[in-house]
């Protein structure tokens, strides 16, 4: 019979864990909290709060190593806070470091948070075991942080998905109103709280590991994960012969292919690492001897692969990572080849290091990638005759060939995404960061498009084509949203499109030389239209709303959004004109009282004559 474990057992592992892991539990706790008031004041632009959790989820890994490590060197007490002091300086002025929300800033900061992440995780594998003779320690406390994440994020979702029930059946049988955003709160709470608190009160002393290799991994490994493996590795092969034979580069996208079966390949040599010199499974101890061998032709792949995109286009951060996987796995191979020692550590140590070096400084992946595109942009520039004496672009040259506009455009675009047009400063006569602020250009297209225009032709997207100028061409025209009624036969005017939300809640539209506003108005469950000469009218849609319910079914029948087989259409007698509301989609709640949460419809105005 199973023994389930006593409430006074499940509160003393809390509690313990509480205790032993106060730093990671406290950031995961800043996390969580950050994360549900940001999602309740959302519509109040407190964008901070998400940089704060950013930062916090990158100390629960951080303090667990520096725990796991004080614990496996038997640290003092005093040294220990000294290194968690430290550890909280570097998320102090990590944070202040930040342009804004990690997901939301340019690729740069993206690309450094998420190289910080992990390397913070493989901190958490290796540091507790550099000392000499602490392999097999490390690959048991690896092998229980795996299990545990597995049963963490097991128990976690049927936690979530149980309350979810709970929520939908308070909703749907009681009554209650629950908003989608509570559902969005609830995930956070269970997996930033409960999944990262049930994680730690399972992760074992260093020193104190249980020994033991779990039948269920060896299956897993031995029946799944290296069948993959050799079916990576076979058409990985007939690809290179392929390509031999055709006199052929490869293409760029084989890197990609190379990573994922080297990782598969690395991860399953990692699993089975303790059963390897055991008699009876030789055939694994032979896996682990030629898999490195069978490496090297798909690592020099790899690296022709994307040493032909950059000598084409240049280097841009995706193939600086993809170069630095290439020489990481490069110095593991020539390591398990040549060096007799085969330390399963120096895997995530290595990687750990790489990951660093490449993350900051002059040789990082930003920072070079930008002086690339810089000597492309530069290059390219020189070979069309496009630069004076003063390295500044002039347009007194010949038209520059399609293949030349479409690889500047591109260059131009890269380096505003990065937030590094600065860069291209000393080539432009116009102040570049000036021209950008005073003629309001956010978004990145904008602000490339712009740049590319100075240059004296159209930008050139990424996937466009060159046309031939003899062949025939389509064209499409819209009409879009007005900001003016649009006069009609008689005395009416019509505007179309109008779309308010609680985005947007006003709308002013001009008639003439005169300023009409219709401003979505839940003090009166409808909208108000105001106009000159003390024109005004009040909309209420609650006989609206009812008729619709009765005709069509309300909230007791259908909760989903409504498609009707008829028009909507609204008249209102206002002060001085008549307004008709030809509504075209119309949302809203009813608790108590109407009020509408979002509307588009086209706009009649029937002025009355004066």
Request: proline share 4%; with cysteine.
């Amino acid at each position: 019979m199973i023994k389930l474990p006593s409430l006074s057992h499940i509160y003393k592992l809390a509690a313990d864990s509480a205790q032993r892991f106060y730093l990671s539990l406290l950031c995961a706790f800043v996390a969580t909290i950050s994360l549900v008031l940001y999602i309740e004041l959302e519509d109040m632009g407190y964008e901070v709060l998400l940089t704060i959790s950013s930062v916090a989820v990158l100390g629960i890994p951080l303090f667990l190593a520096i725990r796991a490590f004080s614990e496996s060197n038997e640290l003092k007490q005093t040294t220990r806070m000294l290194l968690e002091a430290a550890g909280v300086a570097g998320l102090i002025l990590y944070f202040f470091s930040l342009p804004g929300p990690v997901f939301s800033s340019d690729p740069a900061t993206l690309y450094r948070y998420l190289m910080f992440f992990a390397a913070v995780h493989l901190a958490v594998s290796f540091l507790p075991f550099i000392s000499e003779g602490k392999t097999r320690l490390f690959w048991n406390f690896n092998k229980e942080l795996f299990l545990r994440i597995l049963l963490a994020a097991m128990y976690s979702f049927v936690l979530l998905i149980g309350l979810f029930i709970a929520l939908l059946s308070v909703d749907n049988l009681l009554g209650f109103s629950v908003g989608s955003e509570r559902y969005i709160q609830l995930f956070w709470i269970i997996f930033g709280m409960f999944n990262t608190w049930f994680f730690l009160s399972g992760v074992p002393h260093p020193l104190k590991t249980r020994i033991g290799y779990p039948r269920g991994l060896k299956v897993f490994v031995q029946y799944i994960l290296i069948p993959l493996v050799t079916v990576y590795l076979l058409i990985l092969y007939v690809y290179t012969l392929q390509i031999i034979f055709a006199f052929e580069w490869p293409y760029g996208w084989v890197s990609y292919l190379v990573i994922s079966f080297s990782v598969a390949g690395v991860l399953s040599l990692l699993l089975l690492h303790p059963v390897q010199q055991q008699t009876r499974n030789t055939w694994i101890s032979l896996y682990s001897k030629t898999f490195y061998i069978a490496l090297i032709p798909l690592i020099i792949l790899m690296l022709l692969s994307i040493g032909v995109r950059i000598s084409e286009y240049g280097i841009t951060v995706n193939r600086y990572l993809v170069a630095a996987i290439g020489l990481w796995l490069s110095i593991i191979t020539g390591y398990f080849v040549f060096s007799r020692l085969k330390d399963i550590r120096f895997i995530p140590a290595s990687l750990f290091v790489i990951t660093l070096l490449i993350s900051f400084g002059p040789w990082g992946a930003f920072q070079v990638s930008i002086q690339s595109q810089l000597k492309r942009f530069e290059t390219i520039l020189e070979q069309n005759q496009l630069l004076t004496p003063e390295g500044k672009f002039t347009t007194e040259s010949d038209e520059i060939s399609f293949e030349d506009r479409k690889n500047l455009s591109s260059i131009v675009y890269y380096l505003v995404e990065m937030h590094a047009a600065k860069e291209l400063q000393s080539f432009f006569h116009e102040d570049i960061e000036r021209e950008f602020e005073q003629r309001e250009l956010t978004g990145v297209f904008q602000r490339a498009e712009w740049l590319v225009s100075v240059m004296g032709f159209d930008y050139v997207g990424r996937f466009t084509l060159e046309i031939d100028e003899h062949a025939p061409t389509r064209s499409t025209f819209r009409s879009g949203p007005t900001d003016k009624f649009r006069p009609m036969p008689g005395n009416g005017y019509f505007a179309p499109d109008i779309s308010l939300n609680s985005g947007r809640t006003e709308y002013t539209l001009k008639l003439n030389e005169d300023d009409w506003y219709i401003t979505l108005a839940p003090e009166v469950s409808g909208l108000t239209i105001t106009g000159p000469a003390s024109r005004y009218l009040e909309t209420d849609f609650l006989n609206l709303a009812d008729s619709l319910y009765t005709e069509f079914g309300g909230p007791e029948t259908e909760r989903a959004a409504s498609i009707i087989p008829a028009e909507i259409e609204h008249k209102v007698q206002g002060e001085g004109f008549t307004a008709l509301l030809d509504i075209r989609s119309l949302s809203f709640t009813r608790n108590g009282k109407l009020q509408v949460t979002s509307i588009s419809f086209n706009l009649f105005i029937y002025p009355d004559e004066r």
